[in-house]
Nanobody, 123 residues
Framework: QVQLVESGGGLMPAGGSLRLTCAFSGRSFTSYTLAWFRQTPGKEREFVAYILSDLMTNVADVVKGRFTIARDNARNTGYLQMISLLPEDTAVYYC?????????????????WGQGTQVTVSS
């Protein structure tokens, strides 16, 4: 059984920064790929980034250079560091986990999800 809990969202002005945290509980944290997705009303859930068990990463072009994904295996925790926030970054951000063999950017591939944390960026 895997459980994920996101935290760290909030309201920021454009240009600000936030760090989102994904707390993982369950077995074999280091064997899982961790991913971040975001979603706004009426839109498809959008891939943001993933990080593999060996720390290789993939970051979506729309946030590349501004967002960084990381994990701390000793703490069973994932992170999404966001800088230079833009109003279009406003969304609910979700943490997801999948077996480390999965490198998908498609949300349907992931079976384990947190409940999300709201990020709102004002213009």
């Amino acid at each position: 059984q895997v459980q994920l809990v996101e935290s760290g969202g909030g309201l920021m002005p454009a240009g600000g920064s936030l760090r989102l945290t994904c707390a993982f509980s369950g077995r074999s944290f280091t064997s899982y790929t961790l991913a971040w997705f975001r979603q706004t009303p009426g839109k498809e859930r959008e891939f943001v980034a993933y990080i593999l068990s060996d720390l290789m990463t993939n970051v979506a072009d729309v946030v590349k250079g501004r967002f960084t994904i990381a994990r701390d295996n000793a703490r069973n925790t994932g992170y999404l560091q966001m800088i230079s926030l833009l109003p279009e970054d406003t969304a609910v951000y979700y943490c997801a986990a999948a077996p480390s063999s999965i490198t998908s950017t498609r949300p349907g591939t992931y079976e384990n999800w947190g409940q999300g944390t709201q990020v709102t960026v004002s213009s």
